[in-house]
C-alpha cells in the first residue's frame, strides 16, 4: 500500500517536474529536476537495522550496518544542487535536485534515513527537532540500474518552509488586477507577487505587507497574465511560489484609426460610382479589446448634411458614391468604445492607377492553402496586398491577410474540407488600392482551373507563339505550379504560367529548326505533361518570301513587256513585213504552174488591213484582178466562195485557228485577193485542190 502510494508520489512529483522544467523554457534543458516529498505515513522500519528508516522495505537490504551507509555507487552529476525542506504543518520533507543524467526515463527515487542511534519508531521521526543523515536512492525502471546520492546531514527545525500560498480570487479592470490569497496556518510577515505575459520573463512587485489582498497596476488592457503568490513566515523559509493564476485585463477603448484604403470602380457611362474602403485590422496593442465592427462614414464635401454611415464587421466595405468629392472616415470598436476616425478625402473622378495583382495560384499544402501571386513594379509603390478569402456559400464570413510590399505568397489557414474558397487579392499602396484579383480553390484540389486546348498561334522563323485555355472545373488535380517549357536543340526556355496568361510567344529562336513546347505540371508527387507539340521553324518568314519574290516578279514581266515592244518596234521600223506569196497557201496556189494555163500576168498588191465580222470571225478574201494580198504564215482552208456580182468574185477563209479556238483571238491578217475575171469554165474552187 505505502509502496504504491510511494510510487504514485514520485511519478506525479516527476512529471511535474518535467511540466515545470519544460515551461520554464521552450528549449528542451539538459537536465530535469526531481523531487520527492515524505510524510510520516510514507516511512517504515527496517526489521535488521534498527537505525535506518526507508520508504520501500526492499531499500533495507541496499543499506550497510554501522549506522553509516556504505554507499555503492555516487555520481554527483545525479544529485546537484539538492535542496530540501521541512513543512511545519503538514510534518512533510521535501527534497529537490537536479539529475544532469539526459537519460530521461522513468526514475524511482526513495529516501533512505540513517542515525547513529537506533530509531525507536520511524513516522514519527518528520518532528521539528529531528535530525538524522539522507541518502537519495535512484533506480532506474528499464536497466535496473541504481545510484545513491551522498549522505546529506539534515536538521527540520533549521529547514522550515512556510507553506505555499492559493490565489482565491483575481479581480480585474483595463490596466490593474487585484489580488486575495491564503496562505494556511500561521503569521504570514511578507508577501511577494509576481506577474507576466505570455513567455516573457517575470516581474516582481516589492514586498507586501502581510495583507491578503493586494493591488498591480499600469497592466496592459485586454492582455492575459499569470500570476503567483509567495511569502514568507516568521524566522522560516520563503515559501514556493502559489501555483500559476492565469487573468485576462479587460478591454478600454481602441487606441489607433485603422488605416484606410480606397479604389473607385469606374464606370464612364453613369454618373454613379461603385467606392471600395478597405482597412487594415488593428494590432492587439491598438486594439485593446475585441474589436465588434468599424462604423464608416461618407459625406458629399459640396452637402454635408448628406452623410450617410454604415456599420459592418468585416474589413472591407463597397458603398455607391456620385461622381464627385467625399469626406470619408472609418473607426473601430470594442465593447469599450471607438478609436479615433481616420479621414481620407476621395475624390470619384481622379484616376487611380494602383495596378492589379497579375496571376493568381493556389494549391493545398496539408490542412491550409498556399497562395502565390505576381505583380508588375510600376512608378506606384505597393506597400501591402491584402488577402481576403471565403467560403463561395458565405460571403459574409471573410478572412484577411495583410502582407508587405516584397510578399508574393501566403498560407491561407482555417480552411474547411469540401468548401470551394474564393480569395481575392488586392494591391495597396498608402490610401490607394487597387482592384481586386480573384481566384476559386478548395483544400482537395487546389486551384479549380484545368488548362485545356493548347495550341500552335503563329511560327516564323525566330519565333513560336503558342496559346492555351483555363477552363473552370471541380475536379482539377493538385498543382503546384504550370511551367511552359520550350526545347530545342540549342535553347531551352521555361517560365511559370498563371490563370491571367492565355498565350506565350518565344522569341529569338533559330530558323529552320525542330522545337518541342510542352505544358509540365508540377505536383508533390511528381511531375506531368499536359500538353505537347513540336513545332520547325521555317527557314524564311511568309513577308520575306513575298519581299523576294514580287521583285523578281515585277522584273520578270518588266522584262516580258520591254522583249514584246522592242519586238514590235523593231518589227515596224528596221524589218517590215513583206509578203512572201511563197509561205501563203493562195499565193503557193497561184505560183503554182500547174494553174498558170493561160498566159495572164498576175500582180500581187500588197495592202495589209484589218476586217473583223464581230459575228462570225471570218476572214474574207476578195479575189479581183488577179491582184492577191496574202497574209504571211497562216494554214488558210477555203471555206466557200460567193459569187455575188459580174466581175468581182468573194472568197471567205476561215483560219485554221478559228476552228480549234475560240473566237475571242485576235484576228488574223485577212487577205484580199485580187483575182481576174474568171472564166466560166475554169472551176477552181470546186476543185479544191490544194497543192501541198
Ligand atoms: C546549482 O546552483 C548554483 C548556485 O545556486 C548555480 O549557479 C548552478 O547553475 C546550479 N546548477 C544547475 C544545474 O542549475
Ligand atoms: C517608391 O519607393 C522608393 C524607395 O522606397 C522611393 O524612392 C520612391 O520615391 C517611391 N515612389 C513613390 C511614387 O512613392
Ligand atoms: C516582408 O515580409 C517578409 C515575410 O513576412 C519578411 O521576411 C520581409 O523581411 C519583409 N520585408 C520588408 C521590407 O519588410
Ligand atoms: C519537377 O520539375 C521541376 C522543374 O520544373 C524540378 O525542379 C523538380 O525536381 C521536378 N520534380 C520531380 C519529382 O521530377
Same mark, same amino acid.
Given at each position: 500500500?505505502?509502496?504504491?502510494?510511494?510510487?504514485?508520489?514520485?511519478?506525479?512529483?516527476?512529471?511535474?517536474?518535467?511540466?515545470?522544467?519544460?515551461?520554464?523554457?521552450?528549449?528542451?534543458?539538459?537536465?530535469?529536476?526531481?523531487?520527492?516529498?515524505?510524510?510520516?505515513?510514507?516511512?517504515?522500519?527496517?526489521?535488521?537495522?534498527?537505525?535506518?528508516?526507508?520508504?520501500?522495505?526492499?531499500?533495507?537490504?541496499?543499506?550497510?550496518?554501522?549506522?553509516?551507509?556504505?554507499?555503492?555507487?555516487?555520481?554527483?552529476?545525479?544529485?546537484?544542487?539538492?535542496?530540501?525542506?521541512?513543512?511545519?504543518?503538514?510534518?512533510?520533507?521535501?527534497?529537490?535536485?537536479?539529475?544532469?543524467?539526459?537519460?530521461?526515463?522513468?526514475?524511482?527515487?526513495?529516501?533512505?534515513?540513517?542515525?547513529?542511534? %537506533?530509531?525507536?519508531?520511524?513516522?514519527?521521526?518528520?518532528?521539528?527537532?529531528?535530525?538524522?543523515?539522507?541518502?537519495?536512492?535512484?533506480?532506474?525502471?528499464?536497466?535496473?540500474?541504481?545510484?545513491?546520492?551522498?549522505? @546529506?546531514?539534515?536538521?527540520?527545525?533549521?529547514?522550515?518552509?512556510?507553506?505555499?500560498?492559493?490565489?482565491?480570487?483575481?479581480?480585474?479592470?483595463? &490596466?490593474?488586477?487585484?489580488?486575495?490569497?491564503?496562505?494556511?496556518?500561521? &503569521?504570514?510577515?511578507?508577501?511577494?507577487?509576481?506577474?507576466?505575459?505570455?513567455?516573457?520573463?517575470? &516581474?516582481?512587485?516589492?514586498?507586501?505587507?502581510?495583507?491578503?489582498?493586494?493591488?498591480?497596476?499600469?497592466?496592459?488592457?485586454?492582455?492575459?497574465?499569470?500570476?503567483?503568490?509567495?511569502?514568507?513566515?516568521?524566522?522560516?523559509?520563503?515559501?514556493?511560489?502559489?501555483?500559476?493564476?492565469?487573468?485576462?485585463?479587460?478591454?478600454?477603448?481602441?487606441?489607433?484609426?485603422?488605416?484606410?484604403?480606397?479604389?473607385?470602380?469606374?464606370?464612364?457611362?453613369?454618373?454613379?460610382?461603385?467606392?471600395?474602403?478597405?482597412?487594415?485590422?488593428?494590432?492587439?496593442?491598438?486594439?485593446?479589446?475585441?474589436?465588434?465592427?468599424? $462604423?464608416?462614414?461618407?459625406?458629399?464635401?459640396?452637402?454635408?448634411?448628406?452623410?450617410?454611415?454604415? @456599420?459592418?464587421?468585416?474589413?472591407?466595405?463597397?458603398?455607391?458614391?456620385?461622381?464627385?468629392?467625399?469626406?470619408?472616415?472609418?473607426?473601430? @470598436?470594442?465593447?469599450?468604445?471607438?478609436?479615433?476616425?481616420?479621414?481620407?478625402?476621395?475624390?470619384? %473622378?481622379?484616376?487611380?492607377?494602383?495596378?492589379?495583382?497579375?496571376?493568381?495560384?493556389?494549391?493545398?499544402?496539408?490542412?491550409?492553402?498556399?497562395?502565390?501571386?505576381?505583380?508588375?513594379?510600376?512608378?506606384?509603390?505597393?506597400? $501591402?496586398?491584402?488577402?481576403?478569402?471565403?467560403?463561395?456559400?458565405?460571403?459574409?464570413?471573410?478572412?484577411?491577410?495583410?502582407?508587405?510590399?516584397?510578399?508574393?505568397?501566403?498560407?491561407?489557414?482555417?480552411?474547411?474540407?469540401?468548401?470551394?474558397?474564393?480569395?481575392?487579392?488586392?494591391?495597396?499602396?498608402?490610401?490607394?488600392?487597387?482592384?481586386? &484579383?480573384?481566384?476559386?480553390?478548395?483544400?482537395?484540389?487546389?486551384?479549380?482551373?484545368?488548362?485545356?486546348?493548347?495550341?500552335?498561334?503563329?511560327?516564323?522563323?525566330?519565333?513560336?507563339?503558342?496559346?492555351?485555355?483555363?477552363?473552370?472545373?471541380?475536379?482539377?488535380?493538385?498543382?503546384?505550379?504550370?511551367? *511552359?517549357?520550350?526545347?530545342?536543340?540549342?535553347?531551352?526556355?521555361?517560365?511559370?504560367?498563371?490563370?491571367?496568361?492565355?498565350?506565350?510567344?518565344?522569341?529569338?529562336?533559330?530558323?529552320?529548326?525542330?522545337?518541342?513546347?510542352?505544358?509540365?505540371?508540377?505536383?508533390?508527387?511528381?511531375?506531368?505533361?499536359? +500538353?505537347?507539340?513540336?513545332?520547325?521553324?521555317?527557314?524564311?518568314?511568309?513577308?520575306?518570301?513575298?519581299?523576294?519574290?514580287?521583285?523578281?516578279?515585277?522584273?520578270?514581266?518588266?522584262?516580258?513587256?520591254?522583249?514584246?515592244?522592242?519586238?514590235?518596234?523593231?518589227?515596224?521600223?528596221?524589218?517590215?513585213?513583206? +509578203?512572201?506569196?511563197?509561205?501563203?497557201?493562195?499565193?503557193?496556189?497561184? *505560183?503554182?504552174?500547174?494553174?498558170?494555163?493561160?498566159?495572164?500576168?498576175?500582180?500581187?498588191?500588197?495592202?495589209?488591213?484589218?476586217?473583223?465580222?464581230?459575228?462570225?470571225?471570218?476572214?474574207?478574201?476578195?479575189?479581183?484582178?488577179?491582184?492577191?494580198?496574202?497574209? $504571211?504564215?497562216?494554214?488558210?482552208?477555203?471555206?466557200?466562195?460567193?459569187?455575188?456580182?459580174?466581175?468581182?468574185?468573194?472568197?471567205?477563209?476561215?483560219?485554221?485557228? %478559228?476552228?480549234?479556238?475560240?473566237?475571242?483571238?485576235?484576228?488574223?491578217?485577212?487577205?484580199?485577193?485580187?483575182?481576174?475575171?474568171?472564166?466560166?469554165?475554169?472551176? @477552181?474552187?470546186?476543185?479544191?485542190?490544194?497543192?501541198?
Amino acid at each position: 500500500m505505502t509502496s504504491r502510494r510511494v510510487l504514485c508520489v514520485l511519478i506525479c512529483a516527476f512529471s511535474l517536474s518535467c511540466c515545470a522544467s519544460s515551461l520554464k523554457s521552450n528549449v528542451k534543458p539538459a537536465f530535469n529536476i526531481q523531487e520527492l516529498t515524505v510524510t510520516e505515513k510514507d516511512l517504515t522500519d527496517c526489521r535488521n537495522y534498527k537505525n535506518v528508516c526507508v520508504m520501500d522495505s526492499s531499500d533495507c537490504i541496499s543499506t550497510a550496518t554501522d549506522g553509516m551507509l556504505k554507499v555503492s555507487r555516487t555520481r554527483a552529476e545525479n544529485f546537484v544542487n539538492t535542496s530540501c525542506h521541512y513543512l511545519f504543518h503538514e510534518m512533510s520533507f521535501t527534497c529537490r535536485w537536479i539529475q544532469l543524467n539526459k537519460d530521461r526515463r522513468e526514475i524511482i527515487n526513495t529516501f533512505i534515513i540513517s542515525r547513529a542511534k %537506533d530509531i525507536t519508531h520511524c513516522p514519527s521521526l518528520l518532528n521539528l527537532y529531528s535530525s538524522f543523515y539522507l541518502t537519495i536512492k535512484s533506480k532506474n525502471v528499464f536497466n535496473q540500474n541504481v545510484i545513491f546520492s551522498a549522505v @546529506y546531514k539534515v536538521k527540520l527545525n533549521e529547514i522550515i518552509q512556510t507553506p505555499r500560498p492559493v490565489i482565491t480570487s483575481v479581480n480585474t479592470t483595463d &490596466t490593474s488586477l487585484t489580488i486575495t490569497w491564503t496562505s494556511g496556518k500561521g &503569521t504570514i510577515t511578507k508577501c511577494l507577487i509576481r506577474h507576466k505575459h505570455l513567455n516573457e520573463s517575470w &516581474t516582481e512587485t516589492a514586498v507586501f505587507p502581510p495583507s491578503v489582498e493586494s493591488l498591480i497596476d499600469g497592466l496592459q488592457p485586454f492582455t492575459e497574465y499569470s500570476l503567483s503568490v509567495s511569502c514568507v513566515n516568521g524566522l522560516s523559509r520563503w515559501s514556493d511560489w502559489s501555483a500559476e493564476t492565469r487573468v485576462k485585463t479587460s478591454e478600454s477603448r481602441p487606441t489607433a484609426a485603422p488605416s484606410v484604403s480606397y479604389y473607385v470602380s469606374s464606370d464612364k457611362k453613369s454618373r454613379i460610382r461603385q467606392l471600395w474602403l478597405l482597412w487594415k485590422a488593428l494590432d492587439t496593442k491598438d486594439a485593446r479589446g475585441l474589436i465588434r465592427g468599424y $462604423e464608416v462614414s461618407y459625406t458629399p464635401i459640396k452637402q454635408p448634411s448628406m452623410r450617410q454611415v454604415v @456599420y459592418t464587421s468585416d474589413l472591407k466595405t463597397v458603398v455607391s458614391i456620385m461622381t464627385e468629392e467625399y469626406d470619408v472616415t472609418v473607426a473601430a @470598436y470594442n465593447s469599450a468604445g471607438q478609436s479615433p476616425h481616420r479621414r481620407i478625402r476621395v475624390h470619384a %473622378d481622379l484616376p487611380q492607377d494602383v495596378p492589379a495583382v497579375k496571376g493568381l495560384w493556389v494549391y493545398s499544402e496539408g490542412p491550409s492553402l498556399r497562395l502565390h501571386w505576381e505583380h508588375e513594379f510600376t512608378a506606384v509603390n505597393v506597400s $501591402e496586398f491584402a488577402i481576403e478569402w471565403h467560403c463561395a456559400e458565405n460571403k459574409d464570413s471573410s478572412r484577411w491577410e495583410r502582407v508587405n510590399g516584397s510578399t508574393f505568397t501566403t498560407i491561407l489557414t482555417g480552411i474547411r474540407p469540401d468548401e470551394i474558397y474564393n480569395i481575392s487579392v488586392y494591391s495597396v499602396s498608402d490610401t490607394l488600392c487597387s482592384r481586386s &484579383t480573384s481566384i476559386s480553390a478548395n483544400l482537395q484540389h487546389g486551384t479549380l482551373l484545368d488548362l485545356v486546348r493548347f495550341r500552335l498561334v503563329n511560327v516564323t522563323k525566330s519565333s513560336v507563339s503558342v496559346q492555351w485555355v483555363w477552363q473552370e472545373t471541380k475536379l482539377s488535380i493538385n498543382v503546384l505550379q504550370y511551367r *511552359l517549357v520550350l526545347k530545342g536543340k540549342h535553347d531551352s526556355q521555361s517560365l511559370r504560367i498563371f490563370p491571367n496568361t492565355q498565350q506565350h510567344s518565344f522569341y529569338n529562336l533559330q530558323a529552320n529548326t525542330r522545337y518541342s513546347v510542352f505544358i509540365h505540371g508540377e505536383t508533390t508527387t511528381g511531375n506531368f505533361s499536359k +500538353a505537347s507539340l513540336d513545332v520547325n521553324t521555317p527557314l524564311l518568314d511568309y513577308e520575306e518570301i513575298v519581299k523576294l519574290a514580287v521583285p523578281v516578279l515585277f522584273l520578270v514581266l518588266g522584262f516580258g513587256i520591254f522583249f514584246i515592244l522592242t519586238r514590235t518596234v523593231w518589227k515596224e521600223y528596221f524589218f517590215p513585213n513583206i +509578203a512572201n506569196p511563197g509561205h501563203s497557201l493562195i499565193g503557193r496556189w497561184l *505560183l503554182n504552174p500547174h494553174y498558170e494555163g493561160s498566159d495572164k500576168i498576175c500582180v500581187q498588191q500588197l495592202d495589209n488591213f484589218f476586217v473583223v465580222d464581230q459575228q462570225t470571225e471570218r476572214n474574207i478574201i476578195h479575189v479581183e484582178h488577179c491582184m492577191s494580198v496574202v497574209s $504571211e504564215d497562216e494554214d488558210l482552208i477555203p471555206s466557200k466562195i460567193c459569187s455575188n456580182c459580174e466581175g468581182t468574185t468573194q472568197t471567205l477563209w476561215k483560219s485554221n485557228s %478559228d476552228y480549234e479556238e475560240n473566237t475571242q483571238t485576235p484576228s488574223s491578217v485577212t487577205e484580199y485577193i485580187n483575182c481576174p475575171i474568171i472564166p466560166a469554165n475554169l472551176d @477552181y474552187v470546186q476543185n479544191g485542190q490544194i497543192p501541198g
